[in-house]
């Protein structure tokens, strides 16, 4: 078992659609990242969590400490989200360790 | 202001060779991070690196090294390439050191073939 897990693995949506797309890991965690992954490779980080919730524009993140879960949402979806979105967690200070990530395609 | 730089960007070796990878950070940033990623899957970590000083080291051989320069800059290196070092290779630079989460900022990548 993968000490992160995402889920779906692949998501297909309308535009507009409210997207939601979720990571559970089973270790202690410092820190708490989403990722966005374009088919070019670079990574932009997208939140940096320890707590509670995030928004940055059409995205919210939410942690949730005790039941080891976090959710990235995206309201209003648009075609130029379409990416995979990597969940990645901060075990102690340096190790970083990254989910299988999530294909999002969003269809016009 | 300039991102994270890696390069090359591309390039083909055949098994056995050694390959350099290089990676400049965004400037006033003090620690680097690499990462490997295998086509399909996500980024593995390889090494931190803060203070021109290894603060962490990933599950990899010794045939991968790397450093980091005076200037912050880094250098990853992987002797005699198998086949299953085929990946993209991510850097990723932060403001904080080891002793803090830092928000990361990541490059484009360096894509290794090894035929």
């Known amino acids: 078992k993968n000490e992160v897990e995402q889920s779906p693995q692949n998501l297909t949506a309308q535009e507009g659609e409210f997207i939601t797309i979720n990571c559970s890991y089973s270790?202690?965690?410092?820190?708490l990242h989403w990722l966005q992954q374009h088919p070019g490779g670079g990574i932009v980080s997208l939140f940096m969590?320890?707590?509670g919730k995030k928004k940055h524009g059409r995205l919210i993140a939410t942690i949730n400490i005790q039941e080891k879960h976090s959710s990235l949402h995206i309201t209003a979806s648009h075609p130029r989200d379409s990416a995979v979105y990597i969940c990645?967690?901060?075990?102690?200070?340096?190790?970083?360790?990254f989910g299988q990530g999530t294909r999002l395609t969003i269809n016009p | 202001d300039a991102g994270v730089t890696q390069s090359p960007t591309h390039l083909i070796k055949t098994r056995g060779q050694h390959v350099t990878l290089r990676c400049s950070p965004i400037s006033g940033h003090k620690s680097v991070s690499w990462y490997q990623q295998v086509l399909g899957q996500g980024p593995q970590f390889i090494f931190q690196y803060y203070e021109k000083e290894e603060r962490g080291r990933g599950n990899f051989p010794d045939r991968f090294s790397a450093r980091q320069f005076p200037n912050y800059s880094s250098e990853l290196n992987v002797n005699a390439l198998l086949l299953g070092d085929s990946a993209l290779y991510l850097c990723?630079?932060?403001?904080?050191?080891?002793?803090?989460?830092?928000?990361?900022?990541f490059g484009e990548g360096s894509r290794l073939t090894v035929l």
């Open positions: 270790v202690g965690i410092s820190a």
């Open positions: 990645a967690v901060r075990q102690g200070a340096q190790k970083l360790v």
């Open positions: 990723a630079s932060s403001l904080q050191g080891p002793a803090n989460t830092g928000e990361l900022f």
């Open positions: 969590l320890s707590s």
